[in-house]
């Protein structure tokens, strides 16, 4: 079956300092990856997503993410944190060959210090 | 204006009585989601609607009920609320693209309490 496991519950870093989120899915063929975020109060936003091409996937607030097949992973990455990135982030895998399905992770919760 | 609206955005009610929530989007899309997003769980899918005439179960149906009265409408009822019912609900809207897996927009919630 098809899951995505995000290992940190929590996480917290300096403003300014760079950031990790690690996402591991599991999902049989090639899987359309996605990551959300979502701010206190707020519903998901989208940040990025990986169908195909190039396994580096640039997303909007200077977020990028890495897709690395031999390591089922998607991992979210940004050089220096904003303290307006603290928020929650989402790891998400679409599957579901002639339907669709979407399994989110945990997700991560980012605190950023001053 | 937001694309996708919730109402209400916040309600208590006591077990045993039957609540709706209600979805309205302005997207033009014709997938609709519920989705319950609890501590450590993450969203977990209710029900999904490919269109009006569409409705299909999600991985925690149970104990919920849906109707989807236009394009733009799609409401999730809880016909006796539970306590282990109270979580933050969540809708969300899609439109078909490569592969049918695409991005899905959502609106801002409505956090339920069942005492």
């Known amino acids: 079956a098809q899951s995505v496991t995000q290992p940190d519950i929590h996480i917290t870093v300096s403003e300014g300092a760079s950031l990790e989120l690690r996402c591991n899915y599991s999902y049989g063929a090639t899987p359309y990856l996605f990551w959300y975020v979502q701010s206190p109060g707020q519903g998901l936003q989208l940040l990025l997503k990986?169908?195909?091409?190039?396994?580096l996937v640039q997303g909007i607030k200077g977020f990028e993410a890495e897709f690395k097949r031999s390591q089922s992973s998607f991992n979210l990455r940004k050089p220096s944190v904003h303290w307006s990135d603290a928020a929650e982030y989402f790891c998400a895998v679409g599957s579901g060959t002639g339907g669709f399905k979407t399994i989110f992770g945990a997700g991560t919760r980012l605190f950023v210090k001053a | 204006d937001a694309d996708v609206t919730q109402t209400p955005r916040n309600r208590i009610t006591k077990t045993g009585k039957r609540i709706m929530l209600e979805c309205s989007q302005t997207k033009g899309h014709d997938r609709m989601y519920w989705y319950r997003q609890d501590p450590g769980l993450g969203l977990r899918l209710i029900y999904y609607?490919?269109?009006?005439?569409?409705?299909n179960k999600g991985e925690i149906s149970d104990g919920y009920s849906v109707s989807r009265q236009a394009q733009a409408k799609f409401s999730l009822s809880l016909e006796s609320a539970i306590p282990n019912q109270t979580a933050l609900y969540f809708c969300?809207?899609?439109?078909?693209?490569?592969?049918?897996?695409?991005?899905?927009?959502f609106g801002p919630g409505t956090r339920l309490t069942v005492l």
């Open positions: 969300a809207t899609s439109a078909p693209g490569l592969g049918s897996y695409n991005e899905q927009f």
């Open positions: 990986y169908f195909s091409g190039d396994t």
């Open positions: 609607s490919f269109d009006v005439k569409d409705i």
